[in-house]
């Protein structure tokens, strides 16, 4: 059976999908071998609960998906600057720090709570999407997820890339209404959108 390992997110409106660009590649600039983002591939978002999805429960996990956001409107996000976060390797990931709202917070534990009982926290390499190798550190984020990131550990952010040295972001705003379940590739990133519904 097919399995795909997923990130259910909120796919920012383009201007901030751009800005993310923008940054992802002054940090190449510094670290060529770096995270790649772009708006085809590897998509900027906020991530909101990860697991492995067999390919056979995507449509029901889509219809869960639809029934629980469908009590929430588009969500005011506020970007108050970047933020650098040390990791287990020694590498600094950089991001887009996202304000906490308790609307935003109620959206995650809705989600989380909604599509658990379908995700499964044993992804492996195969269930990644694109070539090998995939860093170690990746399938651990995903299956630790639940519950080790989630509800009281949540930490809305917008990966930007690895880097020591980046410039302040000037506070931005922005509403968002895009929510998608992504197929994951290296790097945690979202490679494709396998579904996504409005909200």
């Known amino acids: 059976m097919k399995r795909f390992a ?3 997110v909120i796919l920012p409106p383009d201007p901030v999908m751009e800005y993310a660009i923008k940054w992802n590649r002054e940090l190449r600039k510094i670290r ?3 995270i790649v983002l772009s708006k085809e591939h590897r998509l900027p978002h906020i991530s909101l609960a990860m697991g492995c999805l067999a390919e ?3 449509e029901e996990a889509l219809t869960l998906l639809q029934t629980t956001t ?3 409107g588009a969500l005011d996000l506020h ?5 650098g976060v040390g990791t287990t390797a020694g590498d600094t990931v950089v991001s887009f720090d996202i304000e906490l709202s308790s609307s935003l917070a109620s959206l995650h534990q809705a989600i989380v709570i909604s599509l658990s009982s379908l995700l499964t926290q044993d992804a492996t390499e195969a269930d990644l999407a694109g070539p090998p190798p995939i860093e170690p550190w990746c399938t651990e984020w995903i299956n630790q997820y639940i519950p080790n990131h ?3 550990n949540f930490w809305p952010h917008i990966t930007l890339g690895f880097g020591t040295q980046y410039r302040d972001f000037p506070p931005y705003s922005f509403k968002a209404s895009r929510v998608a379940i992504c197929h994951l590739g290296n790097h945690c990133t979202c490679r494709r959108v396998l579904g996504e519904v409005n909200i």
């Open 150 to 152: 989630c509800f009281g």
């Open 32 to 34: 060529p071998a770096n």
């Open 79 to 83: 970007i108050p600057g970047i933020k």
């Open 70 to 72: 469908s009590s929430f």
């Open 56 to 58: 056979d429960r995507l």
């Open 6 to 8: 997923i990130d259910v």
